[in-house]
């Protein structure tokens, strides 16, 4: 039987601690019904605790299908700033 690898936070704010020096974005539709605004904005907080590098971008309409569509450019220049140089 494989094991998997733990993951590195949970659904719990308090353990992004585990992963402080990763850099994140949080993108979030302010008439998501699944995961609402006021949900996300306690992740905000909890990314501030440990002094985490990250970006929030609450976009106005549409739901939790819709978050990718129109904010690619944000996403990719988000991890063009914040990718590693590759390892050989």
Do not use: C
């Not at 974005?25 to 998501?32: H, L, S, T």
């Not at 905000?44 to 978050?67: A, C, Q, W």
Request: charged share 20%; net charge neutral; aromatic share 10%.
């Amino acid at each position: 039987m494989m094991s998997r690898a733990p993951a590195a936070f949970t659904l719990q704010p308090g353990s992004l601690a585990a992963i402080k020096d990763m850099p994140a974005m949080i993108v979030q539709r302010d008439a998501d019904n699944m995961v609402t605004v006021a949900n996300t904005w306690q992740w905000v907080d909890k990314l501030k605790e440990p002094n985490m590098t990250f970006e929030y971008s609450e976009i106005p309409g549409g739901d939790h299908g819709r978050v990718m569509p129109g904010n690619n450019p944000g996403i990719y220049s988000f991890f063009s700033k914040h990718s590693k140089p590759a390892v050989n």
